[in-house]
């Protein structure tokens, strides 16, 4: 059995290149909509969606985040950048600001457009990580935290990558200890190693398989 919304969870895939055609208002107030609507803790509601359009300021940002995700921003018509202020719910609201994330990137998804989740909260909010970067470029107030960026657009190509079977991933009343693969991040931590000793990329499409 399937429906709209299993299908639209289903399809989504990390876009990293856009095509030029611009994001209409409606699309991206559907998209901004579906952030609105999002669950959050005693229903704080403690958002701000920042729309980027401006190319000199995409620019700048891509020139702060990690080379190999900096082509998706700069390619994409709009990004929306998802802020939380952690005083409207101290608990949860790095759990807000992602829920709205993938709620945004889901309706996306479901009118023909797509995204890619730019991960750039500090956990350890360092002076200079990438996410204070941001913040100061998109001069977002000291007390509030950017969860995610999220580039918006119309997808050059389509993505396919697959999933774990759900055997994998479900125990039945208790967690069973089983054998765990090396993560994938360390996967990802040696090839992005091997990847910028041997060359600078020349395309996200170059490096994306093995890193995104
Ligand atoms: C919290 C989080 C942070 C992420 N950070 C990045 C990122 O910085 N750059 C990037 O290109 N993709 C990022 N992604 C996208 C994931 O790499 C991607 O979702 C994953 O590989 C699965 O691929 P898919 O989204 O195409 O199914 C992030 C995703 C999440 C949920």
Redesign the pocket.
């Known amino acids: 059995m399937t429906n709209p919304i299993l299908e639209t969870i289903r399809e989504?895939?990390?876009?990293?290149r856009f095509k030029s055609t611009p994001v209409s208002d409606a699309k991206l107030n559907l998209v901004l909509e579906a952030g609105r609507w999002a669950p959050s803790l005693g229903n704080s509601q403690p958002w701000r969606f920042i729309v980027i359009n401006n190319k000199e300021i995409k620019e700048r940002m891509s020139i702060v985040?990690?080379t190999?995700?900096s082509l998706?921003i700069k390619d994409a018509p709009i990004c929306i950048a998802t802020c939380v202020n952690p005083k409207k719910d101290s608990f949860h609201f790095i759990e807000d600001g992602?829920i709205a994330t993938?709620n945004m990137a889901l309706a996306a998804q479901s009118i023909g457009l797509g995204t890619?989740?730019?991960?750039?909260?500090s956990l350890l909010n360092e002076k200079n990580s990438t996410e204070r970067k941001l913040k100061e470029i998109l001069k977002i107030p000291n007390e509030w935290r950017l969860i995610?960026i999220l580039p918006l657009g119309t997808p050059k190509f389509k993505?396919t990558?697959q999933?774990k079977e759900l055997p994998e991933l479900v125990d039945l009343n208790n967690f069973r200890i089983r054998e765990e693969p090396s993560s994938n991040l360390e996967i990802i931590r040696k090839r992005s190693t091997e990847i910028q000793k041997t060359h600078e990329p020349s395309s996200?499409r170059e490096i994306?398989p093995s890193?995104?």
């Open positions: 989504r895939r990390s876009i990293l985040v990690s190999f995700f998706s992602a993938q890619s989740w730019i991960g750039v909260f995610s993505e990558k999933r996200v994306e890193i995104v």
